[in-house]
């Protein structure tokens, strides 16, 4: 298991029970609370290459990096502004296609400083 703080509130995203070709992910607190399984194949590791690449940059980066699962239940986006503020954009999705679909879409903030150590635990969960 590893999470990802915020540093602004008491949010957090929750990875857990990676297993084969599937993980669950968590995201709760500041009055948000949601969670699904991702079925992510091969791309489990597109998501960890994205963690280890954010924690070998050495500067605030321009632009969004970018991940989503193969059936659109989870995605995820960084971004940083040029004084080291990183805002992950998370996006859960449930029965999709089901009349009762659900969509929970926050942001959480960190800091650049705590990508190195996110990336460490990232790859440790993902390489289990």
Request: hydrophobic share 40%; net charge negative.
């Amino acid at each position: 298991m590893f999470s990802i703080h915020s540093t602004s509130s008491k949010r957090e995203l929750v990875f857990s029970a990676h297993k084969d070709e599937y993980f669950h992910v968590e995201l709760k607190g500041f009055d948000v609370s949601a969670s699904t399984n991702v079925w992510a194949y091969t791309d489990a590791q597109v998501l960890n290459e994205l963690f280890q690449d954010l924690g070998r940059l050495k500067r605030p980066w321009q632009g969004q990096r970018n991940w989503a699962s193969i059936e659109g239940e989870f995605s995820l986006s960084a971004t940083c502004t040029s004084l080291g503020n990183v805002t992950f954009r998370i996006t859960l999705l449930g029965l999709r296609g089901a009349p009762e679909e659900w969509r929970v879409e926050a942001g959480l903030e960190t800091d650049f400083g705590q990508l190195e150590q996110i990336a460490k635990h990232a790859g440790l969960f993902f390489n289990a």
